[in-house]
């Protein structure tokens, strides 16, 4: 399987060490440089193949664009005309007229992949276009089921799937970067707070995941009448903790 990328940021970097984690050779993956120096040095430290002409994608089954900004829509415009294939962008394009643009023998998908894709525990949402064909759908799901979950979404779900997967995982660090100041705070170490927040955090998911129990029956078998625990869920909601996630992701998506 051979995938391109077109962006070598934060999200292409993410994708790329996902597909090195998931066993894809470094060979199967090809970066395009032009004058990236970020895009060389990543494909000098894990052995890829460099590209300097979009046309070079061609044994590529999919090309990513993770690149954001205005600049997109020229780049999958100048790409659908070398290359000819199935192109993902993390970074917008509109859907129809993206794919009603680019020559036959192409299509667009928009993907929204979050950063835990580098380690095969993320979640990317995916839009196609309405009644998109099974050889353009299969690779695509084959290929992101390599980096974590995937979720295939309407369009105008993409935004709101994207926020909740993708911009959370900022502020679940803003919380363990908090929660560990306040166990600093109360003596604990800071090197010690931090695998013992994140593995609190791990272990709660997982137990929700597993047992399939609402956030409330979970936080009911925590919180013993008169208890240590409720003291602090009565602070939380003194502190509108509840709402500012909520307006956190409205803000968000906007
Ligand atoms: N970060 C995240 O968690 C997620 C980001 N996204 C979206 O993906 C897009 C990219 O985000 P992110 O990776 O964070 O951004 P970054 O700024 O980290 O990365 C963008 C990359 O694109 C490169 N680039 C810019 N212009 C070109 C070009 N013309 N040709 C080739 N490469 C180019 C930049 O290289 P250089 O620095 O050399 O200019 C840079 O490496 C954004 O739209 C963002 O909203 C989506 C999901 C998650
Ligand atoms: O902050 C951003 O704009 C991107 C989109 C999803 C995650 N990061």
Redesign the pocket.
Known sequence: MKVGF?????????LVKGLLHAGIAGQEIFV?A??????RQLAAQNDLQVVNDYAEFATCQAVVV????P??E??IKELGQRYHGIILS???GDLTKVNQDLPAGSSFVK?????PVQIGEGITAVSFVPNEQAEVVEPVKAILALLGEVYIVPEKLLGIY?TVA??A?AYVDLMIEALSDAAVQNGVNRAESYPLIEKMLLGTAKLALAEHKLPEELKDEVTTPGGSTIRGVVKLEEMNFRNALIQAINASAK
């Open positions: 077109i962006g070598t940021g934060k999200i292409g970097t993410a395009y032009g004058g990236h120096e970020s895009a993770a690149v954001g900004g600049i997109i020229t780049i993390t970074g917008g993907i929204v992949p979050n950063t994207g993708g911009c995982p």
